[in-house]
């Protein structure tokens, strides 16, 4: 045998034998950490095991957490915004711009075939439905040329509820994990139920296989090999809920302690005294055989001889603002959020501070957005309608079957990023085009925007102020010779 191979089975090798040794502290087996033993699952098992509590937790916190609801709300509004739009790259300038007026003006409107949302629309629930149950499936719906529709193609949202997990089954020439048919180790169909689980009164439902090529499915992996997704909140759901019930323990204790201000006392009482009010001689309303004193807010009693007022205590919530705080922190860290954007707390925060925070979370954004979001959900929606559309004739592509991939390129373009300090943001962005590190075309498009568009509209606009014979500054097309 081979050295390595003897070393690998344990073998004493030139008298040392090498037995496991305690090198990492986080594998110690110690009193301090010997009740954290937990398992070894594998990618996929780690996720279905328990995806029914998460995923059931994670959508009851979206619905009445207002810190879980806001976290997924803020997220989706960043890394979506009003949608993330396609520009084709193709080479033929007139397939381009009429895929790009087709999408726009035509298919975008009506990709929906629940007939809801828009395309921008699907992209941003199907976001949020990643970030609140790990996943969402887009089936894609081929429809026939007299459907009525600008293309003979539509969208549809899944849940993740509608793939059973819980389908695996092991044969000769295939294979279904977790719902999801595998033939030589591909993806080549997924086992979906008509409709969800929970919306339906049909009793049992079978599921129905849809080929893979049919199926777009959005999730963000975290380990290589996972098949199904867990929520994105599952970090944050525990402390979140308990701080939300510890807010509204304490919310309680304050409301019911405002209604009592303190206590009138006397050093002897005959027994019928304290029936009646000693300033009206009313009956004292009584609670309990306890006399209570009505009095409006503000006013001060005159005291009988005898008898003292003693005042409760403040309120005794010392501290309570810090531990707000911490807490929140602890949420937004588990959720990816800044906390300032989590709680809208910006009491410490000065302009570099708030660069700083906002550059690193945009940062996390643009990473979902162009490992998962864009080539998952976006550029296969693309795919598909250039398909649809050409099949269709509403789009000229010569030699379509040999060229394809570069009639489907594309450039997304997500929603710029508002200045956060306009005129020192802008002022860089042009010295970085004037000294040769950017250009004009890059800088449209990091802000949504295309440079012909932008300079179709100038042209424009300085043809109508020439026409109108009004003079601007700015005008682009300004010469020497015009002064």
């Known amino acids: 045998m ?38 070894s699952a594998g990618p996929t098992r780690a996720v279905v095991s328990q995806l029914t509590a998460v995923r059931a937790r994670s959508r009851d916190a979206a619905r009445n957490n207002g810190w879980i609801s806001n976290g997924i709300g803020n997220w989706v509004g960043n890394e979506v915004g009003t949608g993330i739009k396609p520009r084709s790259k193709a080479k033929d300038k007139a397939f381009a711009a009429a895929a790009n007026k087709l999408w726009e003006e035509e298919f975008c409107p009506t990709a929906d075939f629940d007939g809801v949302l828009d395309a921008y629309g699907l992209m941003a ?13 887009l089936k894609i719906h081929h429809l026939g040329l007299d459907s009525g529709m600008p293309l003979p193609i539509q969208f549809q949202l899944i849940e993740g509820d509608q793939v059973p997990h819980t389908l695996n089954e092991q044969r000769l020439d295939y294979e279904i994990v977790a719902g999801v048919e595998f033939r030589g180790g591909r993806r080549v169909a997924y086992w979906m139920l008509p409709r969800h689980p929970s919306d339906t009164s049909q009793g049992s439902i079978q599921p129905v296989r849809i080929p893979a090529s049919e199926v777009i499915h959005h999730f963000a992996p975290l380990r290589p090999g996972q098949v ?6 599952v970090q944050a759901l525990v402390k979140a809920r308990d701080f939300d019930e510890y807010d509204d323990a304490e919310l309680t204790r304050k409301k019911t302690r405002a209604d009592y201000t303190g206590v009138i006392k006397r050093q002897q009482y005959d ?19 306890v006399g209570v004193v009505n009095m409006q807010p503000g006013s001060f009693p005159a005291l009988l001889p005898g008898e003292e007022i ?9 501290g309570y603002g810090d531990f707000m705080r911490q807490q929140l922190m602890g949420v937004a860290a588990s959720l990816g959020i800044p906390y300032e954007l989590l709680s809208g707390d910006m009491r410490n925060v ?16 643009e990473q979902y957005q162009w490992l998962y979001t864009i080539p998952q959900l976006c550029q ?51 010295m970085l085009i004037k000294g040769g590190l950017g250009s004009r075309a890059s800088a449209a498009a990091e802000r949504g925007y295309d440079v012909e568009e932008i300079d179709e509209q100038n042209a424009a606009d300085a043809q109508r102020a020439r026409e109108m014979g009004l003079e601007y500054s700015h005008d682009p097309v300004k010469t020497k010779d015009d002064e």
């Open 2 to 39: 081979e050295f390595e191979t003897l070393k690998s089975r344990g073998f004493q090798i030139d008298g040392i034998p090498l037995t496991p040794q305690a090198n990492y502290d986080a594998a110690s087996t110690g009193p301090r950490l010997k009740s954290w033993a937990p398992g």
């Open 350 to 365: 000065n302009d570099r501070i708030l660069r700083a925070l906002l550059n690193e979370y945009r940062r996390r954004i």
């Open 380 to 430: 296969r929606m693309w795919t598909a309608f250039i398909d649809a559309a050409v099949l269709a004739g509403r789009l000229q592509a010569p030699d379509y079957a040999i060229r394809r991939g570069d009639y489907i390129a594309c450039d997304w373009r997500p929603q710029a990023w508002r200045y956060l300090h306009p005129v020192q943001d802008a002022q860089g962005e042009l």
């Open 271 to 289: 027994e019928d005294e304290y029936k009646f009010d000693p300033f009206t001689g009313e009956p004292l309303e009584n609670e309990g055989g």
């Open 310 to 318: 003693q005042l409760f205590d403040g309120d005794q919530g010392g």
């Open 228 to 233: 199904r997704g867990m929520a994105e909140t």
């Open 125 to 137: 629930l199907g976001v949020r439905s990643r970030k609140e149950a790990g996943e969402v499936f």
